[in-house]
């Protein structure tokens, strides 16, 4: 059974970047899409990033296009998340999740078509 693990968060200034990962256990995860999402206090979660089984294929939230960078490493298992220029309305608990199905990664980056989760890693911007 596939198992998402996060890491990668901390307390940033703003304008700072860090790099979250998502390590997979128990399978290879090369068959699956994987998608980013993200949850504010007080606000839904919301999908940011993902991308294909192939890594051909990402999609970004318009929120963070052109600051964050999606990527995988078969080899490690893992896929990253780079951000960039991190804003204070950054700050939420970032989860990793795997697609329930093929092309589950889309332009709308829809949680519905994700079905295993990461516990979620926390991700301060703030001065």
């Known amino acids: 059974q596939l198992q998402l693990v996060e890491s990668g968060g901390g307390l940033v200034q703003p304008g700072g970047s860090l790099r979250l990962s998502c390590a997979a256990a128990?399978?290879?995860?090369?068959?699956?899409?994987i998608g980013w999402f993200r949850q504010a206090p007080g606000k839904e979660r919301e999908g940011i990033s993902c991308?294909?089984?192939?890594?051909?294929?990402?999609h970004y939230a318009n929120s963070v296009k052109g600051r964050f960078t999606i990527s995988r490493d078969k080899a490690k298992n893992t896929v990253y998340l780079q951000m960039n220029n991190l804003t204070p309305e950054d700050t939420a608990v970032y989860y990793c999740?795997?697609?329930?199905?093929?092309?589950?990664?889309?332009?709308?980056?829809?949680?519905?078509?994700?079905?295993?989760w990461g516990q979620g890693t926390q991700v301060t911007v703030s001065s």
């Open positions: 999740a795997s697609g329930a199905g093929l092309y589950a990664c889309t332009d709308d980056i829809i949680q519905v078509d994700f079905a295993t």
């Open positions: 991308i294909g089984n192939s890594g051909s294929s990402t």
């Open positions: 128990g399978r290879n995860m090369d068959y699956y899409d």
